[in-house]
């Protein structure tokens, strides 16, 4: 049976190629087969940047150019944006009426962003609500399954929760428990071996031209402790060999760690031939990004989301009626 995915990016920013190999990749593997729904995240990205709000504006057109340079198709696919199908706000307020505050306040992810994110005021509903909303995103097209990195993960279980709760207390199995699909490359690090990411200015961003991903890629952190072209380098706390795992071969990348742990390879050549490898895994995703154009963007995101809309609609009324809302249901 086809399962029914549903999966959103928050449009804070341009993308980089964490985005491209931790979800575009898979997005694209899983529209072959599911049935599947993509959404722009805008709601999501208010709850840490409601107070600069230019840059959801700015990030929504040049990232579904991506999604479609990378190959997301909208003949199989919904594409669409959150807050032009309202449904899923009802949801989640309908959904707030049954989740205890403690359920979210242990998500780890509440912690945890709160600390990382410490120049931005979230001690706010919306913040704390977030991973509600998400559990709203998934159930108004009952989705089967979640492709999340590790870091979701306590999300779906969430969601899973929030389900079983409803499901119980209205006697009706309206919504499915969706279960979670981990995506290959959950984590993908910087140029400076850091979590890649614009707060910390070390993203091969993939707007960027091939000449200038390639200056970073050339500037890159590698084995810290390999000083010197004859000291034997460690591929495991490599940056650099990270990225082989990408785009190379597993024969290279075998061939690779031998040759750094004896210091047989140099950075540099070792650098050169990641390069390469990219450049081509990379080439017909650049050539299709100039080729998309912003209208189609626009029609498209629009008629995606009349689509997402009936569906959503569909689900409400049963979960309305099942609360005993919706008088002309
Ligand atoms: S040779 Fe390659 S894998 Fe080894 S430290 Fe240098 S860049 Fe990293």
Redesign the pocket.
Known sequence: MRETIVSGMRPTGPLHLGHYFGVLKNWIELQKKERCYFFVADWHSLTTEYAQVDVIKKSVDDMVINWLAAGVDPERSVLFIQSEVPEHAELHLLFSMITPISWLERVPSYKELKQELKDKDLSTYGFLGYPLLQSADIAIYKATAVPVGQDQEAHIELTREIIRRFNYLYKKPIFPEPKTLLTEFPKIAGTDGRKMSKSYNNCIYLSDSEEEANKKLMKCI??PA?MRREDP?N?DV?T??SYHKLATSEATRRQ?DAD?RTAA???VD??KILIKNLTEELAPFRERRKKVKKEEVVSLLHEGSKKAGLVARQTLKEAQSAMGLGFSV
Do not use: A, M
Request: charged fraction near 20%; aromatic fraction near 6%.
């Open positions: 590698t084995d390999r380098g591929p490599c650099i060999f690779i750094c390879i140099g950075c070792c650098k």
